[in-house]
């Protein structure tokens, strides 16, 4: 079974801090995803990757960078957070069939 | 975009009831997921099937892809089968899932 870790499991922040949510995925998988997820919206792409230094945009790219920087790690920073970036998020990584393999999430909270 | 609708938005059943989920996107999927979300909030991909049928243990799923529909059935429903069921769709050669927002199913004993 493909192994994805996120950390930190929880984040509390200030509006206008700086926040980086990290991944890693230790079964070779080409790509790589952060979503977010939210009560009424369901889970929502923000971005995503083909393999080490490639990044692809989401559908809910404001306000969020990432960086895959090996093939192993992803990294979702938050340069200037926001309350609306409040939420519930998931990596994910997945083989060439596409099947999704998830963190276990990462709790954010912006006050 | 792609759009995912997924029915009913909740269900209730008794242990040992089967449960019918529904999922209906817009366009055309070359990629058809089930996903478990558990009430503490872990995913779980169930299975991939973006054509025809499939089943593993108690889930059977259904994709009928012209008509943009996929079905996922759990028979003998447990306790245990109690969380979300997310269904996810992508199309063409595009990497990227759009996900419906899930059917919440509980089953009481």
Not at chain 1, 19 to 38: A, I
Not at chain 2, 43 to 65: A, E, Q, W
């Amino acid at each position: 079974e493909a192994a994805v870790t996120q950390s930190p499991r929880n984040k509390v922040t200030v509006t206008g801090g700086n926040v980086t949510l990290s991944c890693r995925q230790t079964n070779s998988h080409n790509y790589m995803y952060w979503y977010r997820q939210d009560t009424g919206h369901g889970l929502r792409l923000i971005h995503y990757s083909y393999g080490a230094g490639n990044l692809q945009i989401g559908d809910v790219p404001d306000g969020y960078k990432a960086t895959r920087t090996t093939q192993e790690d992803f990294f979702l920073l938050l340069e200037l957070a926001s309350p609306s970036q409040t939420s519930l998020y998931f990596c994910a990584s997945s083989d060439a069939s596409e099947r999704l393999f998830f963190g276990h999430g990462t709790k954010l909270s912006v006050l | 975009g792609q759009q995912v609708q997924q029915s009913p938005a909740s269900l209730v059943l008794q242990e040992g009831e089967n449960a019918e989920l529904q999922c209906n996107f817009s366009s055309t999927a070359t990629q058809l997921q089930w996903f478990y979300q558990s009430p503490g909030g872990s995913l779980v991909s169930l299975l991939s099937n973006p054509s025809g049928t499939k089943h593993t243990g108690r889930l059977t799923s259904t994709t009928v892809t012209k008509e943009r529909r996929s079905s996922l059935h759990i028979s003998s429903s447990q306790t245990t089968d109690s969380g979300t069921y997310l269904c996810a769709m992508s199309g063409g050669s595009n990497a990227k899932l759009t996900f419906g927002k899930g059917t919440k199913l509980s089953v009481k004993s």
